[in-house]
């Protein structure tokens, strides 16, 4: 590579718990920059999760439906030879989290009901339980993965 890596920006903890997740998680639901409505659809989707779910904690319940929402590998195009093959490559640390993330707020906001933090809960709960459309894209990736395996050795 010609140009250095560029540093990496550290993001700060929440002002509620306290975890630098919980702030990425807010930065992508945002929308045209509204920080403050993407913290307050955030805390008060974790407050029905925190309702519904009596025996856990609410940032215990989050932290477990981001683990069962992130991937582990995932299948890229590439050319060989005039095909256009699916090879199964694993997934950086971060990349993972990103994905768990984008998916969990996607599938939320595609979700009926009123109210984005009513949306979001709903899909928390659900993932936490392994079950929801967000697991269910990870699963479907994986078996993508699983039926490529075959193609592997392509790997870059």
Not at 29 to 54: H, N, P, Q, T
Not at 66 to 92: D, K, W
Not at 117 to 125: D, H, M, P, T
Request: glycine share 6%.
């Amino acid at each position: 590579m010609r140009k250095r890596k560029p540093k990496l920006r550290i993001t700060p903890p929440d002002p509620r718990f306290g975890d630098p997740l919980v702030t990425q998680f807010v930065n992508n639901l945002m929308w045209r920059g509204k920080k403050g409505a993407a913290y307050k659809i955030f805390y008060d989707a974790m407050d029905i999760v925190k309702e519904r779910v009596s025996d856990e904690e609410e940032h215990a319940v989050w932290k477990k439906a981001l683990n069962n929402v992130m991937p582990q590998v995932e299948v890229r195009s590439r050319r060989i030879g005039g095909a256009t093959f699916q090879i199964p490559t694993e997934i950086r640390a971060k990349r993972k989290v990103s994905i768990g993330m984008k998916w969990m707020i996607k599938f939320a906001r595609q979700r009926s009901g009123k109210g984005m933090a009513e949306k979001l809960a709903a899909e928390i709960i659900a993932a936490s339980k392994g079950e929801g459309a967000a697991v269910k894209r990870k699963e479907d990736t994986h078996r993508m993965a699983e039926s490529n395996r075959a193609f592997a050795h392509f790997r870059v």
